[in-house]
């Protein structure tokens, strides 16, 4: 099983646009009548470090353009003028668009000196960081360019991102993916937990699905790109961070019927750091692969991800190698 990077890699780079200027990575995608479309998270600057959820399309899944010229999210749309939006993931169930994110209400600065206190910024942040938690919330769009803020689906007392809907009901409810911690979790590592609903409002208390269990993810794990029904079972990518925080790709696995049940996860990452781009991006932040946005188009697996909090890869592999992958028993480590 070898996963393939796009001889055109890194597919999407800061530009153009001011409020993008600085950073583009992370992104959501999704096959919509036959166009390939990503959400990209982007921001026009460090400090702070606002981000904006710009719309791309594509005829090929390669070379992409903007359908608009502005952001399509905002923090203002969700009230929140000051803060960021981030990490989006993206679902259709019936004719209605689902964008999950994570937020903030005040956004960070980033590379700042040592000591450097956000209070400075924010003033009316009496207590530092911890006001400004990362939450998530889903945003609905009948057009992928128009959305609006639907409601949080999470806890204010609570950390927590990574969040992922499923593509359809489970069992008549809505499904979602989360990796809570702070509160409660404080002590525990950072794991991929999954919740329910009947009505994207009030979710069911989070369940344990998968902690961290291999040298590669040794620190933390966390839900990367929406799951995908297989004949095998819910296909889906999840990250993985180790004691040097460099960010790996796993997969999982999960029963169609009952996903609280996994089936099949890797032993060893998928993919890793490996070219220049993957491995230098930000100032600040290096080793990164992180997908939020996979699609299957002719049977391929397109993965679009994140490389170093600064630019887009694209990597593919055939659906069905990487379910026998998984099936074989995800390699020994």
């Known amino acids: ?169 489970i069992g008549g409810r809505y499904a979602l993916l989360r990796r809570p911690q702070g509160g409660v979790y404080t002590g525990k590592p950072p794991s991929i937990y999954i919740s329910y609903s009947t009505d994207l409002k009030d979710w069911s208390e989070p369940e344990l699905l998968a902690a961290p269990k291999f040298k590669w993810e040794g620190a933390k794990i966390g839900g990367s790109t929406p799951p995908i029904r297989t004949e095998s079972g819910w296909l889906f990518l999840y990250h993985g961070v180790d004691k040097d925080v460099v960010y790996r790709v796993g997969a999982m696995l999960l029963d169609p019927d009952d996903p609280r049940k996994v089936l099949a996860r890797t032993r060893i990452a998928i993919m890793e750091p490996t070219d220049d781009y993957e491995r230098v991006g930000s100032p600040y932040i290096g080793n990164v692969v992180f997908p939020c946005g996979a699609v299957v188009n002719d049977g391929i697996l397109h993965i679009y991800y994140g490389c170093c909090d600064y630019t887009i890869g694209l990597a593919t592999v055939p659906v069905v190698e990487l379910v026998e992958f998984l099936l074989m028993g995800g390699n020994e480590e």
């Not at 004719?95 to 040592?114: L, N």
């Open 1 to 169: 099983m070898r996963i393939v990077r796009c001889d055109k890699n890194p597919i999407v780079t800061p530009g153009l646009f001011a409020w993008r200027k600085a950073t583009v990575f992370n992104p959501a995608a999704i096959v919509h009548e036959g166009k390939f479309y990503l959400f990209e998270r982007a921001a026009g600057s460090l400090r702070p470090w606002l981000c904006h959820i710009g719309l791309l399309a594509s005829d090929d899944g390669v070379r992409f353009s903007h359908v608009v010229d502005k952001p399509v999210f905002t923090p203002e749309m969700m009230g929140w003028p000051q803060g960021s939006v981030q990490d989006p993931r993206v679902v259709k169930l019936d004719d209605t668009f689902y964008m999950v994110y994570a937020v903030r209400p005040y956004a960070i600065h980033v590379g700042q000196r040592p000591g450097f206190d956000i209070k400075e910024y924010y003033p009316e942040l009496k207590d530092g960081t911890v006001s400004n938690r990362t939450r998530s919330a889903i945003a609905v769009s009948k057009d992928l360019v128009h959305w609006e803020h639907l409601d949080f689906c999470t806890p204010e007392a609570v950390d927590d991102r990574d969040v992922i809907l499923f593509p359809e009901k």
